[in-house]
């Protein structure tokens, strides 16, 4: 387990930015009770999956610390559909940072793509050792939105896109859209600092 600070450390680090930022995203998710909290320095809180998964999302999403809460909120009820099987985004973020942590990848992958996935994906049907998958996170805006690309190696990548159902895409006004991309690297960092 890991406390509030190490694992924005591990997330700054695994992307790139600057530390003081994710603090502050850190801070405001906590504050809005999507991070849990509990004492100082040896008693504070340990840090669990559903934790990471938040701070991945305000992290990746949030354009300033007062936005994160809304943001996390609003990309973890995103849904992917196949047939009449649906998933929430911020659920299966948490699996694939427990999947990684307890190193079950396999398990992981070929059920998220025999329930949402590519009907009939080699991925949903063969296990592939841990090191052979590639994941790939891309969180689009201002029409909220995230790309799961799996892949394997030799193996067609699957990719799964969470959405929110209730809204048509046209509600956004203009052309812009944004998209920020985060890969294994920043998944298995997370799921280290969980582990330790």
């Given at each position: ?14 992307e ?15 504050e ?13 809180a ?31 009820a ?22 990684a ?8 992958v ?18 592939y ?10 969180f ?12 394997a ?7 799964i ?10 509600k ?10 985060i ?7 997370v ?6």
């Amino acid at each position: 387990m890991a406390t509030l600070s190490q694992l924005i450390a591990a997330i700054a680090a695994a992307e790139g930015i600057d530390a003081e930022r994710v603090t502050a995203i850190g801070r405001a998710v906590r504050e809005h009770g999507l991070v849990r909290t509990s004492g100082r320095g040896t008693s504070a809180a340990q840090m669990e999956e559903r934790d990471a998964a938040n701070l991945l999302i305000a992290t990746n999403t949030a354009d300033t610390a007062r936005t994160a809460p809304a943001a996390v909120l609003q990309y973890r009820a995103l849904q992917a559909k196949r047939d009449k099987r649906t998933s929430e985004f911020g659920s299966e973020l948490e699996e694939l940072i427990s999947a990684a942590k307890r190193e079950v990848l396999a398990d992981y992958v070929t059920k998220m793509i025999a329930v949402v996935g590519a009907r009939g994906h080699i991925l949903g049907k063969r296990r592939y050792p841990n090191e052979a998958y590639q994941f790939e996170l891309t969180f689009e805006k201002p029409i909220p939105s995230v790309f799961v690309h799996i892949g394997a190696s030799h193996a067609r990548p699957d990719v799964i896109l969470f959405s929110d159902r209730r809204e048509p895409p046209i509600k956004a006004g203009g052309d812009r859209r944004e998209s920020t991309r985060i890969t294994q690297r920043t998944i298995l960092a997370v799921a280290n600092v969980l582990r330790t």
